[in-house]
């Protein structure tokens, strides 16, 4: 007999139909005459019942079983006369496939710290609010993808080690094979041509500067995958290894950038609230009571456009006592944002055309000289959520940038080449998967929404 998902064994119901069906033990109760198991296989957020009585030669079997022990176990779907479940299943057979010691087992029916859970990654996803975190972020993840290949974009995988700095800030992991204890020196530098790649090599911050070259062939394609920041912040809203969603466009000019951005947030939102009901639920309950609003305000609205100045302008007429001073020429902070999306405009909110002082020097100047083709997508909650902007097509404007920036034009001489031959207009966003995740589930820290954090002094299984 084929094993039944819980979830599918949820949803097709048929009374009466043998099934087999294999997970986890939740909670066991006995009395003389039966035994009442809860298991789980991680398909959903909702446990089966399953029932012995005492004629089961199983019976003493399932009687002794303990909080997370796996089993495996045949009988028949049954209408459950107990409240809460619609079906459970009365048992034929009980198997133990592996056993569970209960003086040990550290997850009891009680609820558990998240801090305490982060110390045991290897079993919180058994837990409910992580196996629900999975299954939104597994969800996330498809609708991502589905978005993205509907539009006939080209899902392209750029390297994980890189030289190049994309955004030109450092904050950067190192990548080497040189021993640490007798580094080679050279007059006091060190000697990379020792090294395995012969340069300083580093993890990627970012698949941007890559996906321009392929954006520059095949037009539209998007990068998915993990980015790394060195960054010594151990804040609830940072990591320092997370997964990018990185779209690059081309022919494609700032307008059309927003309009890509509005659509694909409404596309991730509406696919969650259509397919991950139950744990959103879950998560509405025990996390944000506004988290299921908040998401329907997202696929329902019409995103607000307003320039940078007229954010500012906003702002400084608001009458509100920020903790940082608003002020042209500085970046807005999330308590800007938050007030812009949940106070003042009351939904989501793009703003475009910021301070070029404060943006990466790959992005368009504007006719002003002052301001450049950039855009961030503001939530509620959380504030900016997608960042991203119109690239500098011009090759001259592009090398005045750079070297404003103090950066290498012989470094960078093959990201200047796709502006010397066949240069277009083009575009592209990056959002923040884990951010994004934490956004959709109301989970306040995260570290609680990837499977296994990595943050300074942590780099535990």
Same mark, same amino acid.
């Given at each position: 007999? /084929?094993?039944?998902?819980?979830?599918?064994?949820?949803?097709?119901?048929?009374?009466?139909?043998?099934?087999?069906?294999?997970?986890?033990?939740?909670?066991?109760?006995?009395?003389?005459?039966? +035994?009442?198991?809860?298991?789980?296989?991680?398909?959903?957020?909702?446990? @089966?019942?399953?029932?012995?009585?005492?004629?089961?030669?199983?019976?003493?079997?399932?009687?002794?079983? +303990?909080?997370?022990?796996?089993?495996?176990?045949?009988?028949?779907?049954?209408?459950?006369?107990?409240?809460?479940?619609?079906?459970?299943?009365?048992?034929?057979?009980?198997?133990?496939?592996?056993?569970?010691?209960?003086?040990?087992?550290?997850?009891?029916?009680?609820?558990?710290?998240?801090?305490?859970?982060?110390?045991?990654?290897?079993?919180?996803?058994?837990?409910?609010?992580?196996?629900?975190?999975?299954?939104?972020?597994?969800?996330?993840?498809?609708?991502?993808?589905?978005?993205?290949?509907?539009?006939?974009?080209?899902?392209?995988?750029?390297?994980?080690?890189?030289?190049?700095?994309?955004?030109?800030?450092?904050?950067?992991?190192?990548?080497?094979?040189?021993?640490?204890?007798?580094?080679? =020196?050279?007059?006091?530098?060190?000697?990379?041509?020792?090294? !395995?790649?012969?340069?300083?090599?580093?993890?990627?911050?970012?698949? /941007?500067?890559?996906?321009?070259?392929?954006?520059?062939?095949?037009?539209?394609?998007?990068?998915?995958?993990?980015?790394?920041?060195?960054?010594?912040?151990?804040?609830?809203?940072?990591?320092?290894?997370?997964?990018?969603?990185?779209?690059?466009?081309?022919?494609?000019?700032?307008?059309?950038?927003?309009?890509?951005?509005?659509?694909?947030?409404?596309?991730?939102?509406?696919?969650?609230?259509?397919?991950?009901?139950? %744990?959103?639920?879950?998560?509405?309950?025990?996390?944000?009571?506004?988290?299921?609003?908040?998401?329907?305000?997202?696929?329902?609205?019409?995103?607000?456009?307003?320039?940078?100045?007229?954010?500012?302008?906003? @702002?400084?007429?608001?009458?509100?006592?920020?903790?940082?001073?608003?002020?042209?020429?500085?970046?807005? /902070?999330?308590?800007?944002?938050?007030?812009?999306?949940?106070?003042?405009?009351?939904?989501?909110?793009?703003?475009?055309?910021?301070?070029?002082?404060? =943006?990466?020097?790959?992005?368009?100047?504007?006719?002003?000289?002052?301001?450049?083709?950039?855009? %961030?997508?503001?939530?509620?909650?959380?504030?900016?959520?997608?960042?991203?902007?119109?690239?500098?097509?011009?090759?001259?404007?592009?090398?005045?940038?750079?070297?404003?920036?103090?950066?290498?034009?012989?470094?960078?001489?093959?990201?200047?080449?796709?502006?010397?031959?066949?240069?277009?207009?083009?575009?592209?966003?990056?959002?923040? !998967?884990?951010? +994004?995740?934490? !956004?959709?589930?109301?989970?306040?820290?995260?570290?609680?929404?990837?499977?296994?954090?990595?943050?300074? =002094?942590?780099?535990? !299984?």
């Amino acid at each position: 007999m /084929q094993r039944s998902k819980i979830k599918d064994i949820f949803a097709q119901g048929q009374a009466g139909r043998d099934v087999l069906v294999q997970g986890w033990v939740k909670t066991r109760r006995s009395s003389k005459s039966v +035994t009442f198991i809860q298991i789980t296989d991680g398909s959903t957020l909702q446990d @089966l019942q399953i029932v012995v009585d005492e004629a089961n030669p199983s019976h003493e079997t399932a009687a002794g079983l +303990t909080t997370g022990c796996s089993v495996s176990v045949e009988g028949v779907l049954v209408e459950s006369p107990g409240q809460g479940q619609k079906y459970e299943v009365q048992a034929g057979s009980v198997t133990v496939i592996g056993g569970s010691d209960p003086e040990t087992y550290p997850l009891q029916k009680k609820r558990h710290s998240p801090e305490f859970l982060r110390e045991i990654a290897h079993l919180r996803p058994r837990t409910n609010t992580f196996g629900a975190m999975a299954r939104v972020r597994n969800s996330v993840a498809y609708a991502i993808h589905t978005f993205f290949q509907e539009r006939g974009f080209q899902f392209i995988q750029t390297p994980i080690i890189t030289a190049s700095d994309a955004e030109g800030a450092g904050s950067m992991f190192q990548v080497t094979t040189l021993d640490l204890n007798d580094v080679p =020196k050279d007059g006091g530098e060190v000697k990379h041509e020792d090294d !395995f790649f012969g340069k300083p090599a580093f993890l990627t911050v970012s698949g /941007q500067l890559e996906a321009e070259i392929f954006a520059m062939a095949l037009s539209d394609v998007y990068t998915f995958g993990p980015t790394f920041r060195a960054e010594n912040s151990n804040t609830s809203r940072h990591l320092a290894e997370f997964w990018m969603v990185e779209p690059e466009v081309a022919f494609c000019e700032l307008d059309g950038l927003t309009e890509l951005a509005e659509d694909f947030l409404k596309h991730l939102t509406g696919h969650v609230l259509e397919n991950c009901l139950e %744990d959103m639920e879950f998560f509405n309950k025990w996390h944000d009571n506004s988290a299921i609003a908040t998401l329907e305000g997202i696929a329902n609205s019409n995103f607000e456009r307003i320039t940078y100045t007229e954010a500012v302008k906003l @702002l400084q007429s608001s009458g509100e006592k920020f903790e940082y001073p608003v002020a042209w020429g500085t970046d807005l /902070q999330s308590e800007h944002e938050r007030y812009l999306t949940e106070k003042k405009i009351q939904k989501p909110v793009i703003v475009t055309d910021y301070p070029k002082g404060i =943006k990466a020097f790959y992005m368009r100047l504007n006719d002003d000289g002052e301001t450049v083709r950039a855009m %961030d997508v503001l939530v509620p909650r959380i504030g900016e959520l997608i960042g991203g902007s119109q690239r500098e097509e011009r090759r001259d404007a592009l090398e005045s940038r750079m070297t404003e920036a103090g950066i290498s034009l012989d470094e960078y001489s093959w990201y200047l080449d796709l502006r010397r031959y066949g240069t277009v207009p083009h575009s592209g966003f990056g959002l923040g !998967f884990e951010r +994004t995740v934490q !956004f959709i589930t109301g989970v306040s820290n995260i570290r609680d929404v990837i499977p296994f954090p990595r943050t300074p =002094k942590s780099v535990e !299984f």
